[in-house]
């Protein structure tokens, strides 16, 4: 791990704050999630402070702080959805697989993300489970769309 | 020539604020001029000193011919501006953006309408206090938030409650943290980043979950807080809530004061209630310039003054018990006790944090009615001549000051750890770093510094004096000097692999420092103590005058040296030290010798005088068998033969066992005096608050005995005297003077070996962390917390080498002894390097005397069984 991650900060000028947010995406898109290693090895090499770089990371919802599970939900909680009882959903997923948003589930079956609108409010509330699409999901559905994935 | 600072012509320009009009400097913002005018505009998120930022917009003004408004804070006035700070629709929309903050904040204590009346009806007919009515915020009275309802008459909240229901952090070191009080305005994020450069605080998470916060949201020491305040001193609400003082209520009087607890001087505001002070830090509503101190100088002062454990009375051993008797019965005591003592027998042991005007009357009381020359001051470094040799050098090349520190354009650093030292001297170097001026470190290990290099080289332990002649050398082959004889030696005989060995470097790594600093028009030259507190420190000091010259002169690159302590410098400089009168005038020599029997109306001693650590080492029959120790220090188990001993504390310590008598001493906050500073000016401190009980500055007790024993010449009303009497003999003003020949100093070596039984070298930090002599961790409980001493930190390479593992106990050996510590794994250390921060009692496994003779001592680390 150590290795990939120093070949891709080689590639960026030390001492660069600028740099923080196209390394933080290639770190991401390298191991999937954004490690507290990781971290640190970037705060070294840019010298930016840790406490800076996550407050970065948490900001922006691409990054994540988990390894990815094998399957990734995503529960929409955009306007249509959200008024469609897209939390309502979430409070139930939550309580089924036992994580919250930015989690991932201990045997890394799932992990959970919420996003805002996924272009087809028309389907609201909609879920999804890596590239389908739950339409007008509710609660009592959860346990059936969850068992088509392993 | 870089000195020259050139002014630029700032263009005036006319504009209006609320109808006024003036003349302001072209540049400055619309909030600056208002406020140069004294015309109030709210504000909260806005930092005097600090980048422009303009997140709260409470600040907004109406800009005549400009669209909508614009923030006072960020906005630069141009000529003709006509700016209205103050209209019904401005008022509405900042009522309306605090409406919106407040909806976050718990907000009874701004809105109530019976506000006023609360305290009135709050009594309880209870036989305690309790806390009746609405406000549960520790800086109720001096809250911004409060300044803003006022301002902006804010009557009430109509957006729901979005209380946070945050877990209040209690046991964060020194404050609390209750973020349900924060108002995010960033002024906290920003001083801890932008000022101190510390990286500790960063906004973390978005949208309405928003928080300041670390990285993962561990603890702030976990994050590298380095606890000085300066967010506690910013935050305009209680979030960021010091433990002392809390609840006490708003300060009745704040006074200007000097800190002393190490040379850099800071200037500190300290607020009081009573004769209690309240904390270090802003006058109350002045928090958004607050004067920049260090964890010692705004957490110390209240904690070690208002201690539980402080004494207020003598102290008499009878029977090994401690009676309280008064004070002219010790005053009599001791003065007849000490007619015994008189000559080479008497010891005198002052502190560096001590004033000017106290080591004075030590070394007089000391070498005129005692007959002895043995007075030195608490830790003094093992070169002798090393403060005299710094003195003859600042005479010629004054210390550059600590605002100059980033005029070179390279700042070379070594043997400095000036952020736990002279933070405030950290504090100009990271700036200059993050300025862009070049900062090389070289050092023993990679420590917080080196984050804030350009080039940071490691050298051994011990091996600094190498380090610097191989410096040397490369300097003169960049520059095809020839070099001196006793380095050109050094080059030739030993083979090179060897020395690398040996000095923990490489050769191309001195190459490239030498030719980063040839390359340099001008640097500052910032020497810690790594170099100071070692025997060969004056060879090395000789080494980097001599680099200095090389390097394009003494008087274009200057040497700043980091003494410790706040008043190492003036101490020696009024005559506490064995060899020295005041003006480092020679004991031995006969014209000094005459002038000063002369001016103290006396015969004065002609015997050779001790150093503190020599004292310690020779307490014996036909040794020092009296000795008076002013404040604290290390209970050396020598003590025990003493016949007779005095101290002069604020506490009982472990040292005092070995006493007779102990009298209560006056803080600094207590008494009035003067330090030298690092910048080599004079400054004063003067009492916040009465002293408690009968505790009496140093002068004033040497007065008294003095006049016990029948001596004249001490008849001193007040400190001031004392100052006038110093003035009269020594140049405080510090008129230049030649230094020494043109030609290079020459140097000799003596040599620090590292041995096969003892492989590891121990670097060993100087404890700045006293009071007088006094440990803070031992009083402070959260500064214990946050100093981790008597750990020992190791490298991971080392700790390979052992079964224990991080956090587990390992046995360390040296020659003077063997002990269980702690062990820590800790990054930046290269090879067998092992660190740690002793405490007193710690000590005796480092020297036979007082303290470690340089910062490192070969040691051995094995398993305990
Ligand atoms: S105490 Fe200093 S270093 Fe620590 S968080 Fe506050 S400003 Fe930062
Ligand atoms: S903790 Fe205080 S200074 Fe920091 S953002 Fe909150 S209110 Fe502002
Ligand atoms: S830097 Fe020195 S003088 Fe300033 S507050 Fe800290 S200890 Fe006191
Ligand atoms: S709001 Fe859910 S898909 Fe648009
Ligand atoms: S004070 Fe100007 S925007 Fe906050």
Redesign the interface.
């Known amino acids: 791990m150590a290795d990939s991650l120093n070949n891709l900060l080689s590639k960026y000028p030390q001492n660069d704050e600028g740099s923080l947010i196209p390394v933080l995406q290639q770190t991401q898109g390298l191991y999937g999630y954004i490690s ?1 290693e990781a ?1 640190e090895k970037i705060s ?1 090499y840019l ?9 970065v990371t ?4 691409q990054f994540r ?1 988990n390894p990815p599970g094998r399957n990734s939900i995503k529960i929409c909680l955009g306007t249509a959805c959200h008024v469609q009882g897209g939390d309502f959903l979430l409070n139930a997923l939550q309580l089924e697989i036992g994580i919250e948003p930015g989690q991932t589930t201990e045997d890394k079956r799932f992990d959970l993300t919420r996003v805002a609108c996924l272009g087809c409010c028309a389907l609201a509330p909609v879920m999804m489970v890596n590239n389908d699409i739950h339409s007008r999901m509710s609660v009592i559905k959860i346990r059936e769309v969850l068992k088509k994935y392993e | 020539m870089t000195e020259v600072i050139e002014k630029k012509k700032i263009k005036k320009i006319s504009i209006t604020i609320d109808g006024k009009s003036m003349m302001v400097s072209e540049g400055i913002t619309i909030l600056e001029a208002a406020r140069k005018a004294g015309i109030y505009i709210p504000t909260l998120c806005y930092l005097d000193n600090l980048p422009h930022y303009g997140g709260c917009r409470l600040c907004m003004v109406e800009i005549k011919n400009s669209k909508g408004y614009q923030t006072a804070c960020t906005t630069p006035v141009c000529q003709g501006m006509e700016i209205i700070t103050k209209t019904a629709d401005l008022q509405i929309l900042r009522r309306d953006i605090l409406e919106l903050i407040l909806s976050e904040h718990t907000f009874t204590c701004l809105i109530c309408k019976d506000k006023n009346d609360c305290s009135e009806y709050m009594h309880s007919t209870r036989k305690v206090g309790v806390t009746t009515g609405c406000n549960f915020c520790t800086r109720n009275g001096d809250c911004e938030l409060q300044d803003l309802v006022e301002y902006l008459e804010l009557k009430d909240v109509r957006f729901p409650i979005a209380y946070r229901g945050l877990e209040p952090v209690k046991d964060n070191p020194f404050y609390e943290l209750d973020y349900n009080l924060c108002v995010l305005c960033g002024r906290c994020v920003r001083i801890c980043n932008e000022e101190r450069n510390s990286g500790v605080l960063a906004f973390v998470q978005r949208g309405n979950a928003t928080l300041v916060g670390t990285a993962f949201l561990e603890s702030q020491k976990d994050a590298g807080c380095e606890y000085c305040g300066a967010c506690v001193d910013v935050c305009p609400t209680g979030s960021i809530a010091e433990k002392m003082g809390s609840w006490v209520g708003c300060p009745d009087n704040s006074t200007i004061t000097t800190c002393v607890l190490c040379p850099v001087g800071c200037k500190m505001n300290v607020n009081s209630k009573g004769n209690r002070i309240i904390n270090v830090g802003p006058e109350p509503g002045k928090r958004t310039a607050p004067l920049q101190l260090c964890v010692r100088g705004k957490f110390v002062p209240g904690d070690i003054v208002h201690h539980p454990d402080r004494i207020n009375k003598p102290l008499l051993k009878k029977e090994n018990r401690w009676v309280e008797i008064a004070w002219d019965d010790a005053i009599r005591y001791i003065a007849r006790n000490l007619e015994k003592y008189k000559g080479s027998q008497f010891g005198m042991i002052g502190s560096a944090q001590d004033s000017i005007e106290n080591n004075y009357i030590l070394q007089k009381f000391t070498r005129k009615v005692m007959k002895s020359n043995n007075v030195d001051l608490l830790f003094s470094y093992p070169g002798k001549n090393l403060l005299k040799k710094i003195h003859e050098y600042y005479n010629a090349f004054p210390p550059i000051g600590l605002n100059k520190i980033e005029s070179a354009d390279t700042i070379f650093v070594i043997g400095s750890q000036a952020y736990s030292s002279h933070p405030i001297v950290e504090n100009r170097i990271r700036k200059a770093y993050k300025n862009g001026k070049q900062v090389v470190v070289a050092h023993t290990h990679n420590n917080r510094t080196a984050d804030f290099s350009n080039l940071f080289v490691n050298f051994n332990p011990g091996k600094e004096y190498s380090f610097l002649s191989m410096l040397m050398a490369y300097i003169s082959v960049v520059l095809k000097k020839r070099l001196p004889d006793s380095v050109r030696e050094l080059l030739e005989n030993s083979n090179q692999r060897k020395l690398e060995r040996i000095g923990g470097f490489r050769m191309e790594e001195i190459e490239q420092f030498a030719r980063t600093l040839v390359k340099s028009r001008k640097i500052n030259i910032i020497v810690g103590e790594w170099i100071l507190r070692s025997p060969e420190s004056e060879n090395s000091f000789n080494l980097l005058i001599n680099i200095s010259r090389l390097l394009g002169g003494l008087e274009n690159n200057r040497v700043l040296f980091l003494l410790d302590e706040g008043n190492r410098y003036g101490g020696t400089l009024v005559g506490i030290h064995p060899d020295y009168f005041a003006g480092f005038a020679r004991v031995h020599n006969r014209v000094d010798h005459n002038k000063w029997a002369g001016l103290w109306n006396t015969k004065l001693p002609h015997q050779k005088g001790l150093s503190a650590n020599e004292m310690i080492k020779n307490i014996s029959n036909d040794g020092i068998r009296a000795l008076f120790v002013m404040g604290d220090m290390p209970p050396h188990k020598n003590l025990a033969d003493l016949e007779f001993m005095v101290q002069q504390n604020m506490f009982l310590s472990q040292t005092s066992d070995y006493a007779n008598i102990v009298l209560p001493l006056c803080s600094f906050t207590e008494t009035e005096g003067h330090i030298i500073d690092v910048e080599r000016s004079l400054k004063k401190f003067t009492p916040v608050i009465k002293p408690p009980g009968l505790a009496r500055p140093a002068w004033a007790t040497m007065q008294e005995i003095a006049e016990g024993m029948r001596q004249d010449g001490f008849g001193y009303k007040r400190a001031n005297m004392i100052l006038s009497e110093i003035k009269s003999v020594i140049d405080l003003s510090f008129s230049t003077a030649e230094f020494e020949s043109k030609r290079l100093m020459s140097v000799n070596r003596t040599e620090h070996r590292k041995s096969n039984k003892f492989p590891v070298q121990v670097i060993i930090e100087p404890n700045h962390f006293h009071y007088m002599g006094n440990l803070l961790s031992a009083l402070i409980p959260d500064m214990k917390a946050i100093r981790e001493e008597s750990v020992l930190f190791v490298s991971e390479k080392l700790l390979r080498d052992l079964t224990a593992r991080d956090g587990e106990k390992v046995r360390l050996i040296t020659t003077f002894g063997k002990k269980v510590f702690k062990v820590k794994i800790m990054s930046g250390l290269n090879g067998k390097a092992a660190y740690i921060k002793p405490t007193w009692d710690d000590l005796p496994l480092f020297s036979d005397g007082l303290s470690p003779e340089r910062c490192v001592v070969n040691a051995k680390i094995e398993d305990v069984d």
């Open positions: 507290k971290i070294s010298r930016v402070s840790r406490s800076t770089i996550f407050g948490s900001f922006y919802s702080f």
